[in-house]
């Protein structure tokens, strides 16, 4: 069915007993997703420019009601964590995922060095490792993520072989635990790079998530006007656990904004690649965003510019992961 259903202003869950709205779009709040199939879940989580939270959760049970869930959009925890589980509580299906052929891959390297600019620290924001603030999506990887590189253009002008170890690099922060503030790695989430891919990422230039391919996809491309980066992540709903993670696709808006792989002293107004793909990392692994308050978390709404700090995780980060995992 062809069209569109705009959304605006709900509460926190809205029913709708009907299943005629597969495949038509659902936009919230300058974001939107595909309605999916019937037993499946999928959440938009936008990263903004202005430090604004924009994103939402949907689910269609098995049958046929479909469930929004608005408010991850509004979580700002303080100084405790928030942990959400089984939001919206639908029924699990158990359809085979599609997946390509494994192709092999290197080891991970070690980037190029460069010279990272020196971050000051929000006036109001607590310290990267004294601040225990995080939420959680209602979202885990339960095996190992499974992803591939786009072939198409990458930010920051890097080839697809660096961008695949910058995005790699990203996603192994928040698999690994790596931070500064002395806690060891006890989050058992696991990825595997399995390869370039001609397939894109489920998100259109409207921030909106698409139909999914069945392929995990990270790229580059256009995005809705104030969104760095998107993240789509389809999901099978777990009844009374968190729902099991499918997909995820990434995508960095190289329309409207600048990156680089390694900030010196004269980077000007470029994004850190792996400092937004750390926080977009930690979406598919289940965490959530959180506020004002907390600009050295990373999963703070705002990745800042020329900024590297995020690729290293704080407190409330680690305390979010192990909530999870």
Sequence with gaps: MEGDLTVYDLSPTLNINSCDIVGRVVTYDSTGVSVPESGTAVSVDAITEDGTTHGFTLEVAA????????????TDPTTAGSDRTDVLANPTITTPDQTQESETSDADATDAAGTEVADAD?????GACSDGAYATADR????TYEWYIGDGGMPGGLSQSDAKWAFWDAIDNITESYNNCGYTDQVGAASNYRGPTSFE????????CTSRDGVSTWDAGNLAGGHVAVTCSWTWPMLGVKNDLREADVRYNTTDFDFTNSPTSSCSNKYDIRSVGTHEAGHLFGMGHVGSGHENLTMYTNSFRCSTKARTLGKGDILG?????
């Excluded at 992961?321 to 995992?325: C, D, K």
């Design 63 to 74: 049958d046929g009601k479909v469930s929004y869930d608005l408010t991850e959009n509004n």
């Design 122 to 126: 929000a006036a109001t924001s607590a």
């Design 140 to 143: 885990k990887e339960y095996g």
């Design 201 to 208: 990422a489920d998100i259109n230039s409207s921030s909106q």
């Design 321 to 325: 992961l192990r909530s999870i995992y």
